[in-house]
Nanobody, 122 residues
Framework: QVQLVESGGGLVQAGGSLRLSCSAS????????MDWYRQAPGKQRELVAA???????NYVDSVKGRFTISRDNAKNTVYLQMNSLKPEDAAVYYC????????????????WGQGTQVTISS
């Protein structure tokens, strides 16, 4: 029904930058919220950044000032610009979206991307 395709992960040196992208496709009338989560080995999945359809953003304290979430509603795409990367940022990053598939019904559905690996070298 809806697919979330992520890109942009990889290996980057500490202090460097990466830009993650997540594009949604399928039966989409509106995407209400889009988020980025991450999960490091041995740790719980945590919410990194979130953005509403109106553009309001929220970040976990550890990335404030370094990461920026944005979205392009016309492209059904969310981005995560990651600057000043630290070894602690290494994780699998997951895109998440809450989707209303059509305009005639208020049903909402939650979807997850497959995850993209971010590795930091020192």
């Amino acid at each position: 029904q809806v697919q979330l395709v992520e890109s942009g992960g990889g290996l980057v040196q500490a202090g460097g930058s990466l830009r993650l992208s997540c594009s949604a496709s399928g039966n989409i009338f509106r995407i209400n919220a889009m988020d980025w989560y991450r999960q490091a080995p041995g740790k719980q999945r945590e919410l990194v950044a979130a953005i509403t359809s109106g553009g309001r953003t929220n970040y976990v304290d550890s990335v404030k000032g370094r990461f920026t979430i944005s979205r392009d509603n016309a492209k059904n795409t969310v981005y995560l610009q990651m600057n000043s990367l630290k070894p602690e940022d290494a994780a699998v990053y997951y895109c998440h979206a809450v989707v209303q598939p059509d305009s005639t019904r208020p049903n909402m559905f939650s979807y997850w991307g497959q995850g993209t690996q971010v590795t930091i070298s020192s």
